[in-house]
């Protein structure tokens, strides 16, 4: 069953995808002004030139048929060419969306590591943990990047940004602290969620009288309330994914880290709108991905779905 | 917890009256002067007043992320509104459309939004565009939920008695349904108002929000940015810090927190 589901979702988010290019593209129409108006600007490019790479880059059509030229060098795998870099956009995106991948990924299972137990335990012990994440919420993602930039900064311990040392070491040292940032950013939000869920589960009926079997306390939140509230919880697994995703486009640029994040703002100031549209589809693919994940676990998790689906 | 947020608010309403200088207005000689009788938060690094500058940002930030949660919650209710009440063809296109600004992470999407605008705008224009763009790309979540609503408030037996009783689309919506989605509005509006005041804070500090010389708290907190100067003139940290404070302190009034 699951693989005609599987087959069922791909395709419907590749049609998202789609749906959302469209959409973009007809918003450059909106767009007073291109790349190369901006390099009129300098004094030793003629009018003449600009129009001339104006043609060259295809900019003198209307928008469908450069949506018809940009599909066909999706298609080739390329997804336009950079104005900036005069280099296909999948070349520039791909070594940026590993990057992104890698920190997102990172703290994407710190986050969820740490969450489930601390959102157990704030369930079942008192609020100090409650506490925290309010306080945790109020503090803008920035400022917390900012305090570990400040932190690495003045003991020296962390490197403060950048993804490599000189010499091309070091990788784990540089990750270390924007993936920090990033999951204690979105541990709050997280436990918070979760132990509402486990909160729900706990009071049904079938807890009290597994409890009255005789089932110990900790077997009962790890065998009997935890993968019955597996349900909500599963569904916060894509919508997290996507905060994640924002979260780390600030992080990113405060650390410089060679991500998504800082490409996409640098496209906007450039008006690369190639790039700009492969960062946002890239990122509209994560979520996506990481919806059907939360899907599949949610499958794997609860038999009711499992049944229904077959 | 309210009425410190009126406080607040009222003091940035009424920044005119309580801020001691003009935000805009430059000391040249006295960059990041000490916060003393003259600047009571001290200056930056133009030597203009911290505070006046705080509060007159604070009109700025809070006026968009009001100005924001109306455009959407607005879009929201017509959108959600009707694909929950005609149904059908309008209720299917409606929400594919929202599934698409769903499935774009909000900061992607509206830097990519942002993306297609005039890049370098009068601060007022600026003010307007940002407020436009964060309105626009949030309606999804608050069109779901309220065609949920309405999807169920059109079976309620007074409703369907209204419509017999020969009452008009329009009517029924005003008179009948709205009521119903008042609830979610609301609650709704307390949770986006602090998202997008802080949305544009992060926008002003990726430089693509409200431009100087115009006062915002994003450009207020970009002072963390220079280390160098926080270690020589530790008081450049106050401003920020209050920023952090005001927005606590929103977010705890707004029960944003009680409803995550």
């Known amino acids: 069953m699951t693989l005609t589901f599987i087959a069922r979702r791909v395709v419907h988010g590749i049609l998202l995808l789609v749906a959302i290019s469209v959409l973009t593209f007809a918003l450059t129409e909106i767009v007073p002004g291109d790349f190369f108006d901006d390099i009129k600007l300098d004094p030793s490019i003629s009018r003449d030139t600009a129009q001339g790479l104006r043609v060259q880059y295809g900019l003198n059509q209307k928008w469908p048929v450069r949506y018809a030229r940009w599909v066909e060098s999706a298609l080739r795998g390329e997804f336009g060419i950079s104005f900036a870099y005069n280099l296909p956009a999948s070349q520039l995106l791909r070594p940026r969306i590993l990057n992104t991948l890698l920190l997102t990924l990172v703290s994407l299972f710190a986050a969820w590591g740490l969450a489930l137990p601390l959102a157990m335990i704030s369930a079942r012990y008192g609020r100090s943990i409650l506490a925290a994440t309010t306080l945790l ?120 880290w060679p991500g998504l994040g800082p490409l996409l703002v640098e496209a906007i100031a450039a008006r690369d709108i190639y790039l700009i549209l492969g960062s946002v589809l890239s990122t509209a693919a994560f979520v996506i991905a990481g919806n059907l994940a939360g899907d599949l676990l949610l499958a794997v998790c609860d038999p009711r779905i499992r049944w229904r689906r077959s | 917890m309210r009425p410190v947020v009126w406080i607040i608010v009222a003091a940035i309403l009424c920044a005119p009256f309580f801020a001691p200088l003009d935000p805009a207005a430059q000391d040249r000689l006295h960059p990041y002067a000490e916060p003393g009788a003259t600047h009571p938060l001290g200056t930056d690094e133009y030597g203009r007043d911290q505070l006046s500058r705080l509060l007159y940002g604070g009109r700025v930030s809070l006026a968009a992320g009001v100005f924001a949660t109306v455009l959407t919650l607005g879009l929201g209710l017509v959108l959600g509104g009707a694909a929950g009440y005609l149904g059908g063809v309008a209720d299917e296109v409606i929400m594919r459309m929202a599934e698409l600004f769903l499935c774009v992470p909000w900061l992607y999407l509206l830097l990519g939004v942002r ?90 500090f990726l430089g693509l929000g409200v431009g100087e010389p115009a006062p915002s708290w994003g450009q207020t907190l970009a002072v963390f940015r220079h280390v160098g100067v926080m270690e020589v003139h530790p008081w450049v940290v106050l401003p920020p810090i209050i920023v952090v404070i005001v927005i606590f302190t929103l977010l705890r009034a707004s029960d944003t927190l009680k409803q995550l």
């Not at chain 1, 803008?140 to 950048?162: H, M, N, Q, S």
Request: net charge positive; aromatic share 8%; proline share 6%.
């Open chain 1, 137 to 256: 919420i109020a503090v803008p993602d920035l400022i917390v990047a900012f305090l570990a930039l400040y932190f690495a900064a003045r003991t020296g311990w962390l490197p403060a940004g950048g993804m490599r040392d000189a010499n091309g070491e070091g990788l784990l040292l540089h990750l270390l602290l924007p993936a920090l940032v990033l999951t204690v950013c979105s541990l709050p939000v997280l436990i918070r969620h979760i132990r509402s869920a486990l909160l729900e589960v706990s009071q049904a009926p079938y807890i009290r009288a597994a409890r009255a079997h005789g089932v110990g306390e900790t077997r009962l939140w790890t065998h009997h309330i935890l993968p019955a509230a597996m349900n909500p919880i599963t569904a916060l697994a894509g919508l997290s994914i996507a905060g994640l995703l924002s979260s780390s486009l600030l992080v990113e640029v405060i650390f410089s």
């Open chain 2, 115 to 204: 993306a297609f605008l005039p890049l370098t705008v009068r601060p007022v224009e600026s003010f307007f565009l940002i407020v436009a763009i964060i309105g626009l790309v949030g309606w999804a979540r608050p069109a779901r939920l309220i065609r949920a609503v309405v999807l169920s408030g059109r079976e309620l037996p007074y409703v369907l008695a209204a419509r017999g009783f020969g009452a008009g689309h329009l009517y029924l919506f005003r008179r009948h349904l709205l009521p119903l989605v008042w609830t979610v509005l609301r609650t709704q509006a307390q949770l986006l108002a602090p998202r997008f005041i802080l949305a544009e804070v992060s926008l002003s």
